[in-house]
Structure formats: C-alpha cells, structure tokens
C-alpha cells in the first residue's frame, strides 16, 4: 500500500514551452502532497505544501507564477513549470501524505530537461 | 528550528562488515522519524517512522532505533543491493514538511 505515481518519469522541452508533471497516490487520499527539486549529488529541496482545494504554499525563493501547483482532487497534484529555461532543468518529486500515521510516501520522479 | 544532522557523510562497508548511520535531531515536539533509501534517479523509498524514545524497528537487514536525541540505522551483514543514500528526516506536526537530513551514501562493497 501508500503508492505514488509520477508522470512523466522524463521529459524534454524547448526552452520558453511549459511542461505539465502529475503526482497521483494510487491507494490512499491525500489531503496535502509536496513538491521537491533535487540537483546532482544534493539533498531533496522543499518547493511548495499543496492541500487539495486551496492555494500551495511556496518555500522562500521559489517563484509562484513560473511553478503553478494545483491539487484539485485528493489523489492528484500537478506542477506546471511555465515558460521553461535551462536552469530548470533538474529532478522534480512529489510526495503525498498519509494522514494517519503522519507518514509521507515519495513518487518515483520527473527528470525535467529543458534544451 | 528543528534540524537534522546525519553521520557519516559517506560510509564504505565491505560485504558483511556491519555498522550504523547516525541521524541526530532536535525538533519542538517530535510526531515522527522516518528513515528513507535513495537509490540514484529514483524517489525516496519508505523504511520505517519511530514515535518515541525506545522504538524499534526492523526490516530485513536493517534496524532503526531512537532516543530522544538521536536515532541510529543498523545495518547487519550488508550486501552490495544495501548501496544507496539513507535518510533521515522529523516531523513536529500533522500538516508541516519533512525536515531532512543531508544524507548517508552507503557503498557496500563484493
């Protein structure tokens, strides 16, 4: 149980086209799922706490208007990232909570390349 | 604010040479501890959560413990499948994120 899928597992795009990333608990409801970045070698990055029907909350330093999160359903988020350049380009996680136990359950992730 | 620090930074065990990571912590009402394997390209991995002080858990060749200060992953008689990131990371209430620690690369060598 507490499974959580990510889609696409990669993806390629030009740079200035926005790319679309899903984040799905497939056994459990989630009322808050998380985002997170991760370079090369770096520890896992906090972006924004999503909570289904309401606005995500963003970590100090990550720009709202170009990683758009909507959680629209208690099994599904989805990060956009808008307008998309090179520094973009990095390994992007979601996370879904299992209320219960207070315990947390990572997707696989989404190698983000932006050429 | 809470912290997390976790050591060593990188571990080299030979196959079957056993030894424990450290994951120390300090949190304003602990509601969790989890421990969780990083394999390269891939998401974190769920181990185990610990509650309070005393706890133990064990799976496989792994067994995480905790005190209210620290908690400690053993490996027992690794094997070169173990290789990957451990980490750590608490909790201090329901809805507020995960505070990581930066992480152990375990290499476990044939």
């Known amino acids: 149980g507490a499974v959580v899928s990510q889609h696409p597992s990669w993806v390629i795009c030009k740079s200035g086209t926005s790319v679309k990333i899903e984040c799905r608990s497939l056994?459990?409801?989630?009322?808050?799922m998380f985002w997170y970045r991760q370079f090369p070698k770096q520890s896992l990055m906090l972006m924004a706490t999503s909570n289904e029907g309401s606005k995500a909350t963003y970590e100090q330093g990550v720009e709202k208007d170009k990683f758009l999160i909507n959680h629209a359903s208690l099994t599904l988020s989805t990060l956009t990232v808008t307008s998309a350049h090179p520094e973009d380009s990095s390994f992007y996680i979601c996370?879904?909570?299992?209320?219960?136990?207070?315990?947390?359950?990572f997707g696989p992730g989404t190698r983000l390349t932006v050429t | 604010e809470d912290q997390v620090t976790q050591s060593p930074e990188a571990l080299r065990l030979q196959e079957g040479e056993s030894s424990s990571l450290n994951c120390s912590y300090t949190?304003?009402?602990?509601?969790?501890l989890f421990w969780y394997r990083q394999d390269p390209g891939k998401g974190p991995e769920f181990l185990f959560t610990?509650?309070?002080a005393g706890e133990e858990k064990e799976k496989e060749r792994l067994k995480a413990t905790l005190t209210k200060k620290e908690s400690f992953l053993h490996i027992t008689a690794p094997k070169p499948e173990d290789s990957a990131t451990y980490l750590c990371a608490v909790r201090n209430s329901g809805n507020t994120p995960l505070v990581f620690g930066k992480g152990t690369r375990l290499s476990v060598i044939a």
């Open positions: 056994d459990f409801q989630a009322t808050t």
């Open positions: 949190v304003s009402g602990l509601r969790g």
């Open positions: 610990l509650y309070s």
């Open positions: 996370s879904a909570d299992l209320s219960s136990s207070y315990e947390q359950y």
